[in-house]
């Protein structure tokens, strides 16, 4: 059986300037399908190709599979609808798979607007899509597919979702087969290098009202740390990659596997190979002040942070459960320990206003991080924050869901003002960075690869790539009244689907809600009662304390 992979054509002018991505998602699925059997397995990046729709429809034809699989996030849902409807055309006989996050929460949307995908594969992919194309191969679909936890399909006149599947919970059948991917096409701009995506740990603990990730994965798990590094091996010595960004929510979560991570690393002489990044939390820098220095000796040398929002309202907002004077402090240590920064700033929301936005550009420059990143919120539908926000929601185009185009309208500003604020910051940042920071400070490789990143913005801003201002017309302060976002005003929303889904965070929360209840009650009931007299009441042995939780 003949399974084709495609990746879609689709580019926002956000996280694309710094280079070419390779699609980890196709590794993973095509590993475990190679472990079930499977070894007719194609894979082809229309993204990266920038491949037209005539092109991807003769290259499916010539490789005539027998299924074509397909994976979207939100802004890129329609393009990924637009490839398996080119393989109706084209291949009609193929199964038209769809996966990821947007089609696992808004299946019902996905297959009213497209009726031409036969299933969607909901959630974690590995374990569900093995299951599908066994049935696939032994032809027993689409007889069995009402037995298949984990898929959603239009059955007559209904759409149908199987219960949902476990989590993959033996984290050692993940072996993703790098070698499905053309690695001379992903590269690094600001190190010049070949880059991977590999992945420590699934999931996350927090619950941060504005993401998805943690609704998506359910469970937080880690990999075994020596599984992860010999994959890293793997993508250095067989396939060049000389920088990889773990692909994480939070790596440093579980601290001792964080450590013994590094440690694996610097045992086999990674370092002098291969440099990284990962994204994290303010909170977990404080935790390992200590340890920066050793994280650097591993080869980390660029954080993320999610600073997120000037204003402590905004941070509460999104509950990211920190204060605005800790971030500072954050890029302080850092820096110290010769990790390159960059905070990322979220604006957009309905209280921005031309002075919040001056007051993030303020505060970037205050604390001096290496990079600044702003993005503009985007309420994905099926986060928290966007169930409180909706009302205030005006478009639904989900194409321009992507952190670059300012789908909210802040209440005292137009969407054009934004960008143009959002851009203000952008050159002010970066030009005095050019002049007095980059060619001048810290050591040959922070100067290089600081440079490397420099380069990397005007490549863009020449080719009005960055934040899609070709496209929106935006050309500066003259044009800000002027910018036409191109917004598909006839697409509508309908409700996530997430009544049969459930994270553990979710399951934590609500623990924690019944325990403060019961305590509340319990006190409440202790303040009411007395005993006949007039005593007050009290527990075994005459104590007043509650029996801790075990």
């Given at each position: 059986?003949?399974?084709l992979?495609v990746h879609?054509?689709?580019?926002?002018?956000?996280?694309?300037?710094?280079?070419?991505?390779?699609?980890a998602?196709?590794?993973?699925?095509t590993?475990?399908?190679r472990?079930?059997?499977?070894?007719?397995?194609h894979?082809?990046?229309?993204?990266?190709?920038?491949?037209?729709?005539?092109?991807l429809?003769q290259?499916m034809?010539?490789?005539?599979?027998?299924?074509?699989?397909?994976?979207?996030?939100?802004p890129s849902?329609?393009?990924?609808?637009?490839?398996?409807?080119?393989?109706?055309?084209?291949?009609?006989?193929?199964?038209?798979?769809?996966?990821?996050?947007h089609?696992?929460?808004?299946?019902?949307q996905?297959?009213?607007?497209?009726?031409?995908?036969?299933?969607?594969?909901?959630?974690?992919?590995e374990?569900?899509?093995?299951?599908?194309?066994?049935?696939?191969?032994d032809?027993?679909?689409p007889?069995?597919?009402?037995?298949?936890?984990?898929?959603?399909?239009?059955?007559?006149?209904?759409?149908v979702?199987?219960?949902a599947a476990?989590?993959?919970k033996d984290?050692?059948?993940?072996?993703?087969?790098?070698?499905?991917?053309?690695?001379?096409?992903?590269?690094?701009?600001?190190?010049?290098?070949?880059?991977?995506?590999?992945?420590?740990a699934?999931?996350?603990?927090?619950?941060?009202?504005?993401c998805?990730?943690?609704?998506?994965w359910r469970?937080?798990?880690?990999?075994d740390?020596?599984?992860v590094?010999?994959e890293?091996?793997?993508l250095?010595?067989n396939?060049?990659?000389?920088?990889?960004?773990l692909?994480d929510?939070?790596?440093?979560?579980?601290?001792?596997?964080?450590?013994?991570?590094?440690?694996?690393l610097?045992?086999?002489?990674?370092?002098h190979?291969?440099?990284?990044?990962?994204?994290?939390?303010?909170?977990?820098?404080?935790r390992?002040?200590?340890?920066?220095?050793?994280y650097?000796?591993a080869?980390?040398?660029?954080?993320?942070?999610?600073t997120?929002a000037?204003?402590?309202?905004?941070l509460?907002?999104?509950n990211?459960?920190?204060?605005?004077?800790?971030?500072?402090?954050?890029?302080?240590?850092?820096?110290?320990?010769?990790?390159?920064?960059?905070?990322?700033f979220?604006v957009?929301?309905?209280?921005?206003?031309p002075?919040?936005?001056?007051?993030?550009?303020?505060m970037?420059?205050d604390?001096?991080?290496?990079?600044?990143?702003?993005?503009?919120?985007?309420p994905?539908?099926?986060?928290?924050l966007?169930?409180?926000?909706?009302?205030?929601?005006?478009?639904y185009?989900?194409?321009?869901?992507?952190?670059v185009?300012?789908?909210?309208?802040?209440?005292s500003?137009?969407?054009?003002?934004?960008?143009?604020?959002?851009?203000?910051?952008?050159?002010?940042?970066?030009?005095?960075?050019?002049?007095?920071h980059?060619?001048w400070?810290?050591?040959g490789?922070r100067?290089?690869?600081?440079?490397?990143?420099?380069?990397?913005?005007?490549?863009?801003?020449?080719?009005?790539t960055?934040?899609?201002?070709?496209?929106a017309?935006?050309?500066?302060?003259?044009?800000?009244?002027?910018?036409?976002?191109?917004?598909?005003?006839?697409r509508?929303?309908a409700?996530?689907?997430?009544d049969?889904?459930?994270?553990?965070?979710?399951?934590?929360?609500?623990?924690?809600?019944?325990?403060?209840?019961?305590?509340?009650q319990?006190?409440e009931?202790?303040?009411?009662?007395?005993m006949?007299?007039?005593?007050?009441?009290?527990?075994?042995?005459?104590?007043?304390?509650?029996?801790?939780?075990?």
């Amino acid at each position: 059986m003949r399974i084709l992979f495609v990746h879609p054509n689709y580019r926002s002018g956000g996280a694309e300037i710094a280079g070419t991505w390779p699609p980890a998602w196709v590794a993973y699925l095509t590993g475990h399908l190679r472990q079930a059997g499977f070894e007719d397995i194609h894979f082809i990046d229309a993204m990266t190709d920038e491949l037209s729709d005539a092109d991807l429809a003769q290259k499916m034809e010539a490789l005539a599979p027998d299924v074509v699989g397909v994976t979207a996030i939100t802004p890129s849902i329609y393009r990924a609808e637009d490839v398996l409807k080119i393989a109706r055309d084209v291949v009609p006989h193929a199964v038209r798979v769809m996966g990821g996050v947007h089609a696992t929460f808004m299946y019902k949307q996905v297959l009213s607007e497209a009726p031409w995908i036969d299933v969607v594969v909901r959630g974690e992919g590995e374990e569900i899509c093995t299951n599908l194309m066994l049935a696939i191969q032994d032809r027993r679909w689409p007889k069995d597919r009402h037995k298949i936890l984990g898929l959603a399909f239009v059955d007559g006149d209904e759409i149908v979702a199987t219960p949902a599947a476990s989590t993959v919970k033996d984290l050692s059948k993940i072996k993703p087969d790098w070698s499905i991917l053309e690695w001379s096409k992903y590269i690094y701009i600001p190190l010049g290098t070949r880059v991977a995506i590999p992945n420590l740990a699934r999931g996350c603990p927090f619950t941060c009202s504005f993401c998805s990730q943690w609704k998506f994965w359910r469970d937080y798990r880690v990999r075994d740390p020596k599984a992860v590094v010999d994959e890293i091996e793997d993508l250095v010595e067989n396939h060049g990659v000389g920088f990889f960004i773990l692909a994480d929510e939070e790596p440093t979560i579980n601290k001792k596997k964080f450590v013994a991570f590094c440690e694996e690393l610097i045992a086999r002489d990674l370092p002098h190979r291969v440099k990284w990044g990962i994204n994290t939390r303010v909170t977990d820098i404080y935790r390992d002040k200590d340890l920066l220095k050793f994280y650097r000796k591993a080869g980390l040398v660029h954080v993320s942070l999610g600073t997120e929002a000037a204003a402590q309202m905004k941070l509460d907002t999104f509950n990211k459960e920190t204060k605005v004077e800790e971030n500072k402090t954050a890029i302080r240590l850092l820096r110290e320990a010769d990790i390159l920064v960059e905070a990322q700033f979220i604006v957009g929301l309905d209280n921005e206003t031309p002075e919040t936005l001056e007051e993030t550009y303020r505060m970037a420059w205050d604390w001096q991080p290496d990079l600044a990143n702003w993005s503009m919120y985007t309420p994905w539908p099926f986060t928290p924050l966007f169930q409180e926000l909706k009302d205030q929601v005006e478009i639904y185009d989900f194409s321009k869901y992507n952190f670059v185009t300012p789908i909210m309208k802040p209440a005292s500003m137009e969407r054009g003002e934004l960008l143009d604020g959002v851009m203000n910051n952008y050159r002010r940042f970066y030009s005095k960075k050019a002049l007095f920071h980059y060619p001048w400070r810290g050591t040959g490789f922070r100067r290089r690869y600081l440079l490397g990143c420099l380069y990397a913005f005007l490549k863009a801003g020449f080719q009005r790539t960055f934040y899609d201002l070709g496209k929106a017309g935006y050309w500066g302060p003259q044009t800000k009244k002027s910018v036409d976002f191109r917004f598909d005003e006839t697409r509508q929303l309908a409700e996530a689907q997430l009544d049969d889904w459930e994270a553990a965070a979710d399951r934590a929360t609500r623990a924690k809600e019944r325990r403060e209840a019961v305590k509340a009650q319990t006190l409440e009931r202790k303040a009411a009662f007395k005993m006949p007299n007039g005593s007050e009441v009290r527990v075994c042995g005459g104590g007043d304390q509650q029996m801790e939780e075990v």
